[in-house]
């Protein structure tokens, strides 16, 4: 049966199937594709419109359970009249958007592998995907992302393609010298190619008065590293008796780490992984994670709205409660 058939006033409410309500006072059921249908008593009409006729339906769990033997319905698609739930735009509460958002963009390798591709065309698609991610994110009032591209354990892949990210971050920091949003670096730079490293000073310095998003890229860097160096640096000062041991507390050793930003209230990871991967542990410590599937070539728009509309949800307390 090519047209779709509609069941008027065949369930009392959108409710009770669990699906989004709508503004409509009598909600219609569609059936769509394929449809076949059997049933006993029906009145039907010239333009293909059935009625059921005192045929009673009971709905549980989103499952329609047949109770009259006269009737049977199969179909493959279910839904209600003029419920395009997958083209709704999410809503997200605008006083409830994270201002710092830590990103692990995973999954690059494997996209490419998965497409008979070079790794370094995987890597290739960073630049342009989190330009597109800063645009999005600018449009939704998030302040600050974290983005690691590197971490001190990334050392051990091979030559060639360390070879190649460290081209490829060439170009990214030329790229995002112009693209408008601030961008600073941490991490240990004194390890990065001589190039990378002038890289990084210009575009820190061109970009230092852009107003609006703060970009900051993890490059080289893992989170032992920079409580390590936090740490000496603290003690350094105490045996030259810049301060006292009774001076060091939470606020002195985070001014000390080398991110100066506020900690991230999101935390979101591509490609499936389910670990923080020794970056920002300090800085997690009451942030909310969010793990996708999804490849960081193909995360989009509608991948960050869902990330930040889960987060959204959560009842964050910091350690008390509010009950």
């Excluded at 302040?143 to 971490?151: E, G, N, P, R, V």
Aim: glycine residues 6%; aromatic residues 8%.
């Amino acid at each position: 049966m090519n047209s779709s058939l509609v069941f008027q006033h065949l369930i009392p409410s959108k409710s009770s199937l669990g699906l989004k309500s709508q503004k409509s006072s009598s909600p219609s059921l569609i059936l769509r594709r394929n449809t076949s249908i059997s049933m006993g008593e029906f009145k039907g009409t010239h333009d293909k419109q059935l009625q059921i006729l005192n045929l009673p339906l009971t709905v549980s769990a989103c499952r329609l359970n047949k109770i009259s033997s006269s009737f049977s319905l199969q179909t493959e698609k279910l839904c209600y009249d003029n419920d395009n739930d997958d083209n709704d735009d999410l809503e997200l509460h605008e006083e409830l958007i994270p201002k710092h958002i830590a990103l692990i963009m995973d999954g690059n390798r494997r996209w490419a592998k998965a497409k008979g591709l070079e790794v370094y065309e995987g890597h290739k698609l960073i630049i342009p995907k989190l330009k597109e991610i800063c645009d999005i994110s600018s449009t939704l009032g998030i302040h600050i992302i974290t983005a690691i591209a590197f971490s001190t354990e990334n050392w051990k892949r091979s030559k060639e393609e360390v070879d190649l990210l460290m081209q490829l971050f060439e170009e990214f920091f030329d790229a995002f010298s112009r693209f408008g949003v601030r961008v600073s670096v941490i991490g240990c730079k004194s390890n990065l190619p001589m190039t990378l490293q002038k890289c990084i000073a210009l575009t820190e310095e061109t970009t230092k008065g852009n107003k609006g998003l703060h970009l900051v890229i993890a490059l080289n860097y893992g989170v032992y590293y920079d409580i390590l160096q936090a740490t000496k640096s603290i003690a350094n000062k105490a045996m030259n008796g810049l301060l006292d041991v009774e001076d060091i507390n939470k606020n002195l050793f985070e001014q000390e780490l080398e991110s100066k930003c506020p900690n991230p209230d999101l935390l979101i990871r591509t490609g499936g992984e389910q670990r923080v991967s020794n970056f920002l542990l300090w800085q997690l410590a009451y942030t909310e994670f969010y793990f996708t599937n999804t490849l960081f070539p193909d995360f989009g728009e509608e991948d960050l709205k869902e990330a930040i509309m889960n987060f959204q949800q959560r009842h964050r307390r910091f350690g008390g409660h509010t009950y």
